[in-house]
């Protein structure tokens, strides 16, 4: 497969280092022909690893922070001139609770840190797409793809507040999407991924255990970055033009299992 995204232009949010899920939408992106702008929050940029990424793909890098919305404005005015037009494809990659990040449980928030998870996390996407509909920067049948989780569904109590974010990342995508495709025919989605080892993920309690657990819970196994890569820009590409407003399980079947035989095997009594 070669050139499926040939002639797209687009915007990637959150490549913090070569373990994230953004970073290899960008490679793929890349060698299947689309042009992008890279961007992540200024203080992300002080690591250094995205100036690689965009040496490798021929991109240049407009940083925003997703919680400003100067900034995000900032991002589409410049892409534009970047890329000489309207983009057609949006990578939302975007996650951080200070309380998971500092050891705080669900039932004794920072609630000062809460309203910062439920903006990065979760208002950013609307910040985003509020800010591209005002510039009219998105073209006729482009695509917005946010990355999300199952626990803004089922609980997993060491996800914290970060569920309740991504509660709010996913009503979003809908209702923006209402908006948005009347409007001008954009969609929006949101793809709920399996677990993977990121530095977001290790920020969550317990990881390891839990990827080992998702791992048997999951009859095709846990996704891996590089396939939720490919399933973005199958969204990104106009082999899924009429899918909106969705939110897409990309989890090797852990939605939808309730148990399996090697999880089962655990509870056998001698
Ligand atoms: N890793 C997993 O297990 C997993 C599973 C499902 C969904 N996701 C989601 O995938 C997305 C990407 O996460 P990842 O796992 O690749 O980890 P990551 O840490 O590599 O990416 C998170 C990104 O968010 C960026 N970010 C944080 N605050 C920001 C701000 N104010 N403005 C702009 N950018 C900001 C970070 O700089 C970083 O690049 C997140 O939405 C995450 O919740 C991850």
Redesign the pocket.
């Known amino acids: 497969m070669a050139g499926l995204l040939e002639g797209k232009k687009g915007i990637i ?5 070569d ?5 290899k939408v960008a490679e793929r992106a890349h060698e299947e022909g689309a042009t992008f702008v890279l ?6 940029m002080r ?1 250094g690893a ?1 100036q690689e990424l965009a040496k490798k793909t021929g991109s240049e890098i407009v940083p ?5 919305n100067e ?1 995000l404005e900032n991002l589409f005015i410049k892409s534009q001139e970047i890329l000489g037009g309207k983009v057609d494809f949006v990578l ?5 609770s200070p309380n998971v990040r500092k050891g705080k449980g669900y039932t004794d928030l920072n609630h000062e840190w809460y309203k910062k998870t439920l ?3 979760g208002m ?1 996407l609307h910040r985003t797409l509020q800010a591209a509909k005002k510039l009219d920067a998105i073209n006729d049948w482009g695509s917005v793809v ?5 626990a803004a569904q089922r609980i997993f109590p060491d996800y914290g507040d ?1 569920a309740d ?2 509660s709010v ?1 996913e009503s979003i995508a809908r209702s923006f999407g209402y908006h948005y495709g009347k409007d001008s025919k954009v969609r929006i989605n949101t ?14 309690g317990g ?1 390891d255990a839990f ?1 080992n657990f998702s791992e048997q819970m999951s009859p095709l196994g846990n996704a891996g ?1 590089l396939d ?1 890569a490919n399933y973005c820009l199958a969204m990104f590409s106009d082999l899924t033009k009429y899918v909106t407003m969705q939110n897409l399980f990309h989890d090797g079947g852990f939605s939808k299992t309730g148990v399996t035989a090697e999880v089962m095997e655990k509870f056998m009594s001698e």
């Open positions: 949010f959150g490549a913090l280092n373990m994230s899920i953004a970073w961007t992540n929050a200024p203080v992300a690591m995205i925003a922070d997703a919680t400003v900034d939302h990659s975007i996650g951080m903006d990065i996390s950013s946010a990355l999300t989780y199952i970060m974010a991504k990342l793809i709920s991924q399996s677990p993977v080892m990121t530095t977001a993920g290790q920020g969550v990881f990827l970055s939720c």
